[in-house]
């Protein structure tokens, strides 16, 4: 099993800035891709962006050029920088982990963490 704690969300106003952190724990030997996906109230969860444990990224067209997505591999945290932040990034944001094993695909969510940002 992986366990997956969010941290770092919160409220903001247009054009600030926050930095969500997602540790990983329990079995997390195995895990390849990490990513964070949002949900708005009303709408279906989507993805932000993605990392693979080799370092290559994947990006939402929305967010491109304003988040960063990163990873510590020793630390088992992976990070998401938010910049220019806008209203419409007001969203539950949650963490994701797939571990590759002998036995399969396991798929993985954390509890979520608000980020609302103001107008």
């Known amino acids: 099993q992986v366990q997956l704690v969010e941290s770092g969300g919160g409220l903001v106003q247009a054009g600030g800035s926050l930095r969500l952190s997602c540790a990983a724990s329990?079995?997390?030997?195995?895990?390849?891709?990490m990513g964070w996906y949002r949900q708005a109230p009303g709408k279906e969860r989507e993805l932000v962006a993605t990392?693979?444990?080799?370092?290559?990224?994947n990006y939402a067209d929305s967010v491109k050029g304003r988040f960063t997505i990163s990873r510590d591999n020793a630390k088992n945290t992976m990070y998401l920088q938010m910049n220019s932040l806008e209203p419409g990034d007001t969203a539950a944001y949650y963490c994701?982990?797939?571990?590759?094993?002998?036995?399969?695909?396991?798929?993985?969510w954390g509890q979520g963490t608000q980020v609302t940002v103001s107008s």
């Open positions: 329990g079995s997390t030997s195995g895990i390849n891709t």
């Open positions: 990392i693979i444990s080799g370092g290559s990224t």
């Open positions: 994701n982990a797939i571990k590759l094993t002998t036995w399969g695909r396991y798929n993985y």
